[in-house]
T-cell receptor
């Protein structure tokens, strides 16, 4: 299996611009998670989906962040408008559900200037 | 509530042993352990479910004391490849069908020749 796929791997954008991060989970996994990692705050869960349905979005920092999962093989995390404090590495992870372990994608390093 | 990991960092010589601890202030359903190398994604090591079990593979094992809400990761006869940051992720007791993980700040393990 190809593992979790994320794109882009690196994104540099200016403050105020819209940013869209993409994720393709491992085939057959029914849970998908979006995390943000920074030196200050560590690894934080933003939102997670089960069977394409958002279950818990309490970690989404504010209304500028939104996530969708239109089907079992694709999810997006959008930031609009972006701010410098959004700079971080964003990971997507998927889980087969029954066994609970999570498999992380390579991450997207976002820099907002 | 973010679990507390100790120590924050440890330096070993190849062949030495190490223990990393993870403590939570809330009742836990499961504890996950991940290792992250610099610039890479976290990689799943093992999961322990409530019931006080101990798991292991190769020379890495872990225990979970649900009464104390603590878990420990044991690395024996360390190898250079063990270097990285180790994270515990905890799932609250209400997580029968809730896969939400809260991660500790991590323990940086360095193994020198």
């Amino acid at each position: 299996d190809a593992g979790v796929i994320q794109s882009p791997r690196h994104e540099v954008t200016e403050m105020g611009q819209e940013v869209t991060l993409r994720c393709k989970p491992i085939s057959g996994h029914n849970s998908l998670f979006w995390y943000r990692q920074t030196m200050m705050r560590g690894l934080e869960l933003l939102i997670y989906f089960n069977n394409n349905v958002p279950i818990d979005d309490s970690g989404m920092p504010e209304d500028r962040f939104s996530a969708k999962m239109p089907n079992a093989s694709f999810s997006t995390l959008k930031i609009q408008p972006s701010e410098p404090r959004d700079s971080a590495v964003y990971f997507c992870a998927s889980s087969p559900g029954s066994s609970r372990e999570q498999y992380f994608g390579p991450g997207t390093r976002l820099t907002v200037t | 509530q973010q679990p507390v990991q100790s120590p924050q960092a440890v330096i070993l010589r190849e062949g030495e042993d190490a223990v990393i601890n993870c403590s939570s202030s809330k009742a836990l359903y499961s504890v996950h352990w991940y290792r992250q190398k610099h610039g890479e994604a976290p990689v799943f090591l093992m999961i322990l479910l409530k019931g006080g079990e101990q798991k292991g593979h190769d020379k890495i094992s872990a225990s979970f004391n649900e009464k104390k809400q603590q878990s420990s990761l044991y690395l024996t006869a360390s190898q250079l490849s063990y270097s990285g940051t180790y994270f515990c992720g905890t799932e609250g007791i209400s997580g029968g069908s809730n896969y939400k993980l809260t991660f500790g700040k991590g323990t940086l393990l360095t193994v020198n020749p």
